[in-house]
């Protein structure tokens, strides 16, 4: 180790006691060998991110207090062997340490050039403490670093490539992982930004990176209520500034497991309940009429910290659905609202497909919701969740849910260009008790299309999109979710999953859409897929292995073939 270590370094691991400095040593490989097993392999981040270090562009910032020096060590370590130096500043704050231990580590970590230490004798708390280091930090850009994670050893290089391909953008977040005892798991493959999925889950943490100049000016770190949850709170503040974050879709940052960390005792913060509840209500602050909405416990998480929006039952915008029959004669469902109104439902013959559905919705305004007879609503906040999801995000033209077999398994969810057929829910065949992929299937998020089984829409997109689909002839009513998604990802207007719209069938649609129609999608929307701002790059589009990480030229391989098999049908 000591070939590859800097002289101060060195000198400073000399002085540690032997089984301090073994573990040190074994983290420390640790940590290369996980830079070089990451996705896509270490000579392809090397590629791809090459962009040397810019004295003066960043600033780790660290608050202490009382850290057990096996985890500051080894994060030292991976600081200080960043790829290409250390011509950054790694601010340090000692939070009023009480431990001679953690003092002790201090020190020595401190008499690397590009730390700087300072400390504090009365504990500032953890926004404080961050405020001290903001205020004083150099770099153009903060990158919050707890004091028991560990970077990746090319973290310096991929975010500054980051920051300079991207024209120096206000704010920026990566992928991780988890540390388990020695082993990386876990890998959080995440989407780009989308502000739906992030006012349901702090995403973005970790690692983060902010202008400091901007994050000043939007008041980071000055609110105690945001104890638990700074980079939740720090992004909310530039998101109600009008900027937006840049995603780098590496795993850079390995967020800790042990018992004081929330990444595996989310009881050892308490204070996390109400500093959620006070970020998200920041975020609802800066809508057209905050005073509607509130924040109330997610049903689905059994009283963990997750949440849902609920809104005042007032002044709600019309709603008509329309019941797609198997017979002109049957009789309208009672279908369960929770006293939304507005509320009018008319029916149309099945058989009829889009053009029959295209008369019912002229002259129709505000909203409408499509359900067939043979579907039953399983959640009677369903409107209301659908008007809250398109006010606080006004590009939404469609929210849909989660489609539910006779066997508790889903048929459909939250659907990805690229995936599977072209358009499939990563979610599909799970159990209706799966919380899917970092939970995030029990959260509402943006999709690339959803189910049109139990769907709202607004219907100045629907009215129209429905009328030329209708004359288009190739389209189908069992298929519209896909058209409609491939239509407001056109236009640039969104389409949005919530779990709280769930509804059972005995009737799966996916199975009744056409080779010719699904061939026909394809080929009319390939360039939309895959869509990788909503399902990373290092995973594939394949069924067999969702989320999983999967080499570019097996992902590759499987939308050749999609839309190869297209054109085949196509042309037969």
């Known amino acids: 180790m000591s070939m590859l270590l800097s002289a101060p370094l060195r000198r400073a691991a000399r002085a540690l006691p032997l089984s301090v400095r073994s573990l040190f040593r074994t983290l420390w490989l640790k940590a290369r060998t996980h830079q070089e097993t990451t996705p896509g392999g270490w ?4 590629r791809e991110y090459n962009e040397p270090q810019h004295p003066g562009l960043l600033s780790f910032i660290t608050t202490v207090w009382n850290t057990d020096p096996a985890y500051l060590q080894p994060l030292a370590a991976s600081v200080f062997e960043q790829e290409g130096g250390t011509k950054f500043e790694w601010f340090i704050l000692d939070n009023g340490s009480t431990d001679p231990r953690t003092r002790a580590a201090l020190e020595r ?24 280091c903001l205020d004083r930090a150099s770099g153009r850009y903060v990158l919050p670093l707890d004091s028991d994670d560990l970077l990746s050893l090319d973290c310096v290089r991929i975010m500054t490539t980051a920051i300079v391909e991207n024209n120096y953008p206000p704010l920026l977040y990566s992928d991780e992982d988890k540390l388990r005892g020695q082993e990386h798991v876990l890998p959080y493959f995440k989407p780009d930004w989308d502000p739906v999925l992030f006012l349901h889950s702090c995403y973005i943490a970790h690692l983060c990176a902010l202008d400091r100049i901007l994050a000043l000016e939007c008041g980071c770190y000055t609110d105690a209520a945001a104890e638990g949850s700074h980079d939740w709170d720090s992004f909310t503040r530039f998101h109600l500034a009008r900027h937006t974050p840049v995603h780098v879709p590496e795993v850079i940052y390995s967020w800790r497991m042990h018992e004081n960390s929330t990444s595996e005792n989310i009881a050892s913060k308490p204070v996390v309940y109400s500093s959620h509840q006070a970020v998200i209500s920041r975020f609802l602050s800066g809508g057209a009429k ?34 797609l029959v198997d017979s002109p004669t049957a009789p309208l469902p009672e279908l369960p609202t929770n006293g939304y109104a ?3 439902i008319v029916s149309v013959s099945r058989a009829e497909g889009l053009a029959g559905l295209a008369r019912a919705l002229r002259g129709v305004e505000g909203l409408v919701h499509i359900l067939p007879q043979d579907v039953q609503v399983r959640d009677p906040e369903w409107a209301w969740e659908a008007l809250t999801l398109m006010e606080l995000f006004p590009d939404t033209v469609t929210v849909g849910g989660r489609i539910v077999g006779r066997n508790g398994l889903l048929l459909h969810a939250s659907g990805c260009f690229g995936f599977g057929r072209g358009c499939d829910p990563p ?62 990802r056109r236009a640039n207007l969104r389409t949005v999953y919530s779990p709280f719209l769930i509804a059972s069938c005995s009737t799966d649609w996916e199975a009744e859409v056409s080779d010719d129609e699904r061939a026909a999608f394809l080929l009319a929307h390939a360039e939309l897929m895959p869509e990788e701002s909503l399902l990373s790059r290092h995973v594939g589009f394949s069924p067999a292995a969702p989320h999983v990480w999967t080499p570019a030229a097996k992902r590759d391989a499987h939308l050749r073939g999609l839309l190869g098999w297209a054109q085949a049908v196509a042309s037969s």
């Open 290 to 323: 905050p005073d509607l909405y509130s924040v109330a416990e997610s049903p689905l998480f059994g009283g963990m910290p997750d949440w849902r929006i609920q809104r005042r039952r007032e002044a709600a915008a019309p709603l008509t659905t329309v019941v």
């Open 109 to 132: 970590i401190g008499a690397h050039p590009c730390v700087r230490l300072e400390r504090v004798e009365e504990n500032l708390g953890i926004i404080g403490g961050m405020k001290y």
């Open 427 to 488: 979610d599909r065949g799970r159990p209706l008790t799966d919380p899917g992929y970092f939970a995030i299937a029990w959260k509402p998020h943006s999709a690339s299309a959803v189910s049109a089984q139990h769907a709202v829409f607004r219907a100045d997109f629907l009215t129209p999109l429905v009328e030329r689909l209708a004359r288009n002839g190739k389209a189908s009513l069992p298929f519209l979710g896909a058209w409609a998604g491939a239509a407001a």
């Open 342 to 344: 507005p509320h009018e």
């Open 43 to 46: 000579t392809v981040r090397l």
